[in-house]
T-cell receptor, first 115, second 113 residues
Framework: AQKVTQAQTEISVVEKEDVTLDCVYETRDTTYYLFWYKQPPSGELVFLIRRNSFDEQNEISGRYSWNFQKSTSSFNFTITASQVVDSAVYFC????????????FGTGTRLTVIP | DAGVIQSPRHEVTEMGQEVTLRCKPI?????LFWYRQTMMRGLELLIYFNNNVPIDDSGMPEDRFSAKMPNASFSTLKIQPSEPRDSAVYFC?????????WGFGSGTQLSVL
């Protein structure tokens, strides 16, 4: 069963628009960790955020914010006032405390910010 | 602090040749992972080590692939013989535990002609 689902394959927005990237996860563990990574055109994977399953507080970091809702198994990512430099592929990922100690990635959402 | 270091950054080789990818994890991290990224399959785990011991290699596609971790600061992923379908970006990652931040290397872009 797929553990992380990013239903949006590609999104295009005009600069300064807000955009939300969706992430739905599946796990039987009560302790788990959720991540977002950014992959710019240069190809590296850039860590953005990590949340554990016991902390449902939303987090804001500059123009970035994350909404974690256990009730819907979602960990959505919002970029406010998008900029061209935000253009990248964004991956949501899940790590479970038990099991294979793997980082399960979603298929990614390609965000294009049009100037 | 140095991040995960991978080499080479790019590798172009001919079908049938041996390819060796290298990785130096973040100092102090006890888990090391090799991932492969392709358009068709996305990011998939090939193998992971914990305290230098291979724990799960179920993602290794076939016997042509092998990985070693002789010590806590070095790992290799070898493909022998290489095939065009092995062309992909190979990432190495390390972590202290699932709760920690996973560091990723810059990846090795492998092209097998």
């Amino acid at each position: 069963a797929q553990k992380v689902t990013q239903a949006q394959t590609e999104i295009s927005v005009v600069e300064k628009e807000d955009v939300t990237l969706d992430c739905v996860y599946e796990t039987r563990d009560t302790t788990y960790y959720l991540f977002w990574y950014k992959q710019p055109p240069s190809g590296e994977l850039v860590f953005l955020i990590r949340r554990n399953s016991f902390d449902e507080q939303n987090e804001i970091s500059g123009r970035y914010s994350w909404n974690f809702q256990k009730s819907t198994s979602s960990f959505n990512f919002t970029i406010t006032a998008s900029q061209v430099v935000d253009s990248a592929v964004y991956f949501c990922a899940l790590s479970e405390k038990t099991g294979a100690n793997n980082l399960f990635f979603g298929t990614g959402t390609r965000l294009t910010v049009i100037p | 602090d140095a991040g995960v270091i991978q080499s080479p950054r790019h590798e172009v080789t001919e079908m049938g040749q041996e390819v060796t990818l290298r990785c130096k994890p973040i100092s102090g991290h006890n888990s090391l992972f090799w991932y492969r990224q392709t358009m068709m399959r996305g990011l998939e785990l090939l193998i992971y080590f914990n305290n230098n011991v291979p724990i799960d290699d179920s993602g290794m596609p076939e016997d042509r692939f092998s990985a070693k971790m002789p010590n806590a600061s070095f790992s290799t992923l070898k493909i022998q013989p290489s095939e065009p379908r092995d062309s992909a970006v190979y990432f190495c990652a390390s972590s202290l535990d699932p709760a920690g931040v996973w560091g990723f290397g810059s990846g090795t872009q492998l092209s097998v002609l």
